[in-house]
C-alpha cells in the first residue's frame, strides 16, 4: 500500500500547487458565459460533474458533464475540458480527435508526454499530482482543486481542511460496516460517486451513490444496521431521521456557518470542506480494503489505464 496512502497524505500540498498554477493557465480555461462541456472516464468523470455543478453555481454559464464515450458530437459548446490522468484512455483520445478543428479543447492531463497533449488544441499539465497507484486519488481532486481556484474558490483554506481530513480519525471502523451508500447534493453528487467508486475499486465492497433527494425514492430500502450512509453537502429535512430509523449508520458532511463539518450523527464535529471530506472517504475505501486482506495497489480487473484494442 505504498503508493495509495502516499498519494492521499500528498493531497493538501498538491492542491496548494495547483492553487499556484491556477493563475498562469486563465487563457487555457472556461471564460465567464461560455458555454462548457467536461468530459471524463471512471473518476475523472465524477470530478467533471462536479466541476459543472460549481461553475453553475457561481454564475459561470452552462456546463455539462459527460462520461467520453457519451458525448452528443454535434452539440454545440464553447469549449470543451477533458480530464485524464494517463492522457491515454481510448474514450478521450478518440473525442479530442473528433473535436479537432471544430471546438476549442484543453486537456488536464497528469502526463505532459501523453498523446492527449497532442490532441488537445491547448493543456494544463499536472506532472506533480501523477500518480503510481490505479486506484486515482489525488490527481483528480487536484485536477478539481484546479478549476475550483479557477473560480475563484479559496484553496488556501480548501487545503487547510485537507490536513485535517488525512490526519483526523475515521468517522467509523470499517470493519464493523457491510455496506455503504455515498449521497451528494448539487456539485457533491459528483463526491458521492467518486467516494462509491473507490471502494468498489480499492476494497470490491458493495458501495452505491444517489442524489439525496432521490435516496428515499428506494434505495434507503437497502439501509439497515451494520449498513452505513455517508452524505456530501446538504441533505433534505429529515434524511438524517430516517436513516437513524433503519438502524443504520449516518455520517454527515454539513454545511456550518461559512464552513463545512463532518459528524458521524450525534457525535462529534470536524472542519471539513466536502471535497476534504472524500479524502477521509478515500482512506475509508484504502481502510476497507486492509480489513479484507486486499491490497488496494492492486485492484483487481484494473490497469492504470484503459487503452482499447
Known amino acids: 500500500m505504498a503508493y495509495v496512502h502516499a498519494e492521499i497524505a500528498s493531497q493538501p500540498d498538491c492542491w496548494r500547487e495547483a492553487a499556484r498554477l491556477a493563475p498562469t493557465v486563465v487563457d487555457r480555461l472556461p471564460r465567464p458565459g461560455e458555454r462548457v462541456a467536461v468530459v471524463g472516464c471512471g473518476t475523472s468523470w465524477f470530478m467533471a460533474m462536479a466541476y459543472a455543478g460549481l461553475r453553475e453555481r457561481a454564475g459561470q454559464g452552462e456546463t455539462d458533464a459527460f462520461q467520453a464515450s457519451e458525448f452528443p458530437i454535434g452539440r454545440r459548446y464553447d469549449r470543451l475540458i477533458a480530464i485524464t490522468r494517463s492522457g491515454t484512455t481510448t474514450e478521450v483520445l478518440d473525442l479530442l480527435a473528433a473535436l479537432r478543428g471544430q471546438v476549442p479543447t484543453t486537456v488536464l492531463v497528469g502526463d505532459p508526454a501523453s498523446p492527449a497533449v497532442e490532441l488537445a488544441g491547448s493543456a494544463v499539465t499536472l506532472p506533480f499530482a501523477d500518480e503510481r497507484s490505479v486506484v486515482q486519488t489525488r490527481f483528480a481532486t487536484t485536477a478539481l482543486a484546479l478549476l475550483r481556484a479557477h473560480l475563484g474558490d479559496d484553496l488556501g483554506r480548501l487545503a487547510a481542511d485537507a490536513e485535517v481530513a488525512v490526519r483526523a480519525p475515521l468517522p467509523i471502523d470499517p470493519a464493523t460496516i457491510e455496506q455503504v451508500t ?10 458521492a460517486q467518486e467516494a462509491a467508486l473507490k471502494c468498489r475499486e480499492a476494497a470490491t465492497f458493495w458501495a452505491e451513490a444517489y442524489p439525496a433527494m432521490d435516496y428515499r425514492h428506494g434505495p434507503i430500502s437497502i439501509a439497515a444496521p451494520g449498513r452505513l450512509v455517508w452524505a456530501f453537502g446538504g441533505i433534505p429535512d429529515g434524511l438524517p431521521e430516517d436513516v437513524s430509523a ?11 456557518g461559512s464552513r463545512t463539518v463532518l459528524t458521524k450523527w450525534a457525535a462529534g464535529r470536524t472542519p471539513v470542506d466536502p471535497m476534504a471530506d472524500l479524502i477521509l472517504a478515500q482512506r475509508f475505501a484504502v481502510a476497507l480494503a486492509t480489513s479484507r486482506g486486499l491490497d488496494p495497489d492492486a485492484p483487481r480487473h484494473l490497469t492504470r489505464s484503459v487503452v482499447l484494442a
Open 182 to 191: 455515498f449521497l451528494g447534493c448539487g456539485w457533491t453528487v459528483g463526491l
Open 246 to 256: 433503519t438502524g443504520a449508520a449516518f455520517v454527515h458532511s454539513r454545511t456550518h
